[in-house]
């Protein structure tokens, strides 16, 4: 998973925890205010049953005059909702003795037990003739006329009243919980760059340090990545030391070997004989053997390696002029293609100059007039092909030109390792080397190798 990625799922997963909670308050809030202007609509009805109670008087025989109540515009308008509803109680019951405008042909259905006189106001949940529900509190009162019944007054409102200016908050809870939750999610997405900056600079620095272009991780991490840098750059320290002793132990070891074998070549070049020429021959392949598991070694340590990083021209270019001097006495023309680049082989220059050696120098031995070499990249490889204008390789004897100690012809000196070794640098590397048609007329070997950036 790349850092892309990783900061799409934390900032979707935190912008999804956000709203949920977002959406949770909002909630919340909206169910306080709602139980608050309940609260209110309740109040004020409490304020008009109030009045409603002091301005009721009685009236013989069977009335009720409602006098001195303050006026409300709602009352007097029908089907506004607000109304108030007064029922005679006692052994001649009667409903809606007297009722408000309001209520016009309507009659509030009350439940049957009504409160006792003198215990306050109950609050009640109705439903007028239409359906609508409302809002209602009630009192039972007893007035000081002898032949007055007890009396029941009820106040009621359309629960309809409380939805627009729930409507109203909803709306302005909706914008300002909108921006707060715009505001949240560029303060996450900006805290969340913050905190994911560190990991971007870390990956920069492996990406660094694997293309060849830094041998650790510099910079200044913080102290929750320090350790892991460190660590690392430990690490790439053990691997380095651990390269060059693997260098200077092959180095040792050539040294130690060569030794012997120089001295055993020199007595046996003073003799005569078959037994000389034996020695002769067994210490020339001798020396082949340990060049080769050498260079084999050696490339096997490098790929283990970090930081690589050898640009391939200017070896090429060394390897054209000697190889011109080499071949000087058949007048072989070593040539680097115009459109050569200059790109980087992500190994060893060593490794970079046996294969290359190797190639440049088959060419020449089989080259007419010319040689050519060429650099180009293929994806992220580079690719060196080396051109000659000789009589070519069979296609049946491509393949076998490689194995170790394979000479497709005898008449030219070498021991049939130097292709092989090429064969094994590359795969070792992770490469390939192949024999294809030349557009010279000869051969063709093109060697391709993991491109350093």
Known sequence: ????????????????????T????GWGLRTLFQDHI???????????????????????????????????????QPLSGLYWQIDRLGPQPQAALARSRSLWDQVLQLPDAAPPPGTGFRPLALQ??????LLAVERSLQLPDEEAPPLRLVVAGDRALLAEPLHRFTQMLLIALGILALCLAAAVAVQLHLALRPLALLRQGLAAVHRGQTQRLDGRYPQEL?????????VLTQNADMVQRARTQAGNLAHAVHTPLAILANASAQEQGALAQLVQEQVALAKRQVDYHLAHARAAAAVRATG?????????????RTMQRLHAERAICFELAPQAQNLAFKGE??????????LIDNAGKWARQRVVVDIQPQGSALCITVDDDGPGIAPNQRARMFERGVQLDEQHPGSGLGLNIVQTL????????EALDSPLGGARLQLCLPGAD
């Open 349 to 358: 220059e060593q490794d970079l100059f046996e294969m290359l050696g190797n």
């Open 308 to 320: 690589l990083h050898t640009p391939a021209l200017a070896p090429v270019q060394a390897l054209l």
């Open 426 to 433: 590359a795969h070792t590397y992770g490469g390939s080397v």
């Open 1 to 20: 998973m790349n850092a892309g990625s990783l900061r799409l799922r934390l900032l979707a997963g935190m912008l999804a925890w956000m709203l949920l």
């Open 38 to 76: 309940t609260q209110q609509l309740q109040a004020q009805l409490t304020v008009q049953l109030d009045q409603l109670s002091a301005a009721v008087d009685w009236q013989a025989p069977d009335r009720v005059s409602v006098g001195g109540m303050a006026a409300d515009p709602r009352l007097s």
């Open 22 to 25: 977002i959406a949770l308050v």
């Open 128 to 133: 007028d003739s239409q359906g609508h529900a």
């Open 226 to 234: 320090q350790p892991l840098v460190n660590e690392f750059n430990h």
